[in-house]
């Protein structure tokens, strides 16, 4: 410990080590009493504590088990009590895999862990400014982790987490803004094997769950907007990806729309169906969003991308003029209730293409904060596609396919995006258009190329 001090000394990042039991919250105030007075507000907090007293539960005490819930549920509590009104922007709270797959001997452990990944959920919608995570630890080779525990992993065919790539991946998670609150870190082969398929998923579709669904109504009954469905064909390549390597979604394509006509009742069952593409590389699969019936909805073919795109490549198009109305929400090109009204300010728009201000899910207020990409923000970049064809064809028009969709950050979106679409081309039929969006530092988060936008009929 005197070692880590003296390297944070040396590295120029001045240390306080203050002894003190987590659970007490006065004493926790006292401690960072003095710690504001010296260096300001508190702006990170790490909640790292924890203790083990691992017995079956038939050989465990009262004592015992409240021991190892304490320190990890009343520590948070009093961490979060006594930086209740500092400008907190990371709160990270170190959790572990005995939360999600549960461990021998470890009830109280668990049920302590769970406490932390479901407060991080509630935490990350209550701070939309603050980077949160639980990140769920895998045993590592270190800590708690005795000679005699790491023998045991070792029997059970569990590897140990290095500490230098633990640190590593502790500081690249702290990095991704755009990542989910709840994370697992374990050691483990980097990627996949190779004959490792996405899973499929079900998703039940209600109104209770999806209540910004019933803001997406065309010709009077709620329809499924195709971010949303790309959004479950992006959590298909969950298991086969690392989180957050970007993805290329390629020929996106609405085979017809999905009438939810049961939102309000039993809900919509949607399957995700996933298999080996047929040609090209190992790494490409295709994806499938079915109805109950077997029938097909919104299809793609998933792959990593090859490389980030260019941020600088996306210039603000030739020509804008400002629309004449600042409400661009009409009930006819635009058709989307509050909850999808994603588009906060248009710069302008012309032949050449158009540019606009775009909010996420978060601000639409849409819960729930698993995300693997934000539906919000996506759906409000083809809205701006959306005015563009109007200005160009004269007519309101829908998304009807996309030849690449690049996902470059996942998650919800943390602030306002900029939104550009680049024209391409006007034909009998609709409009052809390129989009992207990218987060307020600057990268893109996402980039549709080959937009396909068809006239609507009346």
Not at 110 to 137: F, I, K, T
Not at 149 to 163: E, K
């Amino acid at each position: 410990m005197r070692a880590t001090l003296a390297a944070l000394e040396a590295a120029g990042s001045p240390v306080r080590y203050v002894p003190v039991d987590v659970r007490d919250e006065a004493a926790v105030r006292a401690a960072l009493r003095e710690v504001r007075a010296s260096w300001g507000p508190v702006t990170g907090l790490v909640h790292g504590a924890g203790v083990l007293a691992d017995r079956h539960l038939a050989d465990k005490t009262d004592a015992q088990f409240d021991l190892v819930l304490s320190t990890k549920v009343d520590g948070l509590r009093a961490l979060l009590a006594a930086t209740a009104d500092d400008p907190l922007d990371l709160l990270c709270l170190f959790s572990s895999v005995a939360a999600t797959s549960g461990n021998a001997g470890q009830a109280d452990y668990a049920m302590a862990n769970a406490v932390l990944d479901h407060v991080a959920s509630a935490e990350s919608v209550r701070r939309p400014g603050c980077l949160v995570r639980s990140v769920a630890w895998g045993p590592w080779q270190a800590g708690m982790v005795t000679p005699a525990l790491a023998a045991h992993f070792g029997r059970s065919g569990i590897p140990l987490l290095a500490v230098d790539r633990g640190a590593a991946a502790f500081v690249a998670e702290l990095g991704d803004t755009g990542g989910a609150p709840r994370v697992v870190i374990a050691a483990g082969d980097a990627v996949p094997a190779a004959d490792t398929a996405p899973r499929p998923a079900r998703v039940l579709v209600r109104g209770s769950r999806h209540p910004q669904l019933a803001d997406h109504e065309i010709a009077g009954a709620p329809v499924l907007p195709v971010a949303m469905a790309l959004n479950w064909l992006t959590g298909a390549a969950a298991s086969r990806w690392r989180p957050g390597e970007p993805l290329i979604l390629r020929d996106v394509r609405v085979y017809r729309k999905c009438v939810l006509s049961r939102l309000d009742g039993a809900g919509h069952r949607l399957d995700v169906r996933v298999a080996a593409a047929a040609t090209g590389a190992p790494s490409r699969w295709e994806a499938e969003l079915r109805d109950e019936t077997g029938a097909p909805h919104v299809g793609a073919v998933l792959e990593r991308a090859a490389a980030v795109p260019d941020p600088a490549a996306w210039t603000t198009p030739e020509g804008l003029d400002v629309p004449a109305s600042p409400r661009v929400y009409d009930g006819h090109v635009l058709f989307h209730g509050p909850r999808f009204r994603a588009v906060r300010a248009v710069r302008g728009v012309s032949r050449h293409g158009a540019e606009a201000t775009v909010v996420g899910a978060r601000e639409l207020g849409w819960p729930g904060d698993a995300w693997p990409l934000d539906a919000g923000a996506l759906d409000g970049g083809l809205q701006v596609a959306l005015l563009w064809a109007h200005g160009v064809l004269g007519e309101a028009a829908l998304p009807m396919a996309v030849a690449e969709c690049g996902v470059y950050r996942r998650g919800p979106a943390r602030g306002p995006l900029r939104c550009v679409v680049r024209a391409r081309k006007t034909h009998e039929t609709g409009a052809r258009c390129d989009v992207a969006l990218l987060d307020p530092d600057g990268p893109v988060r996402f980039e549709l190329l080959g937009v396909e936008l068809v006239r609507r009929p009346s």
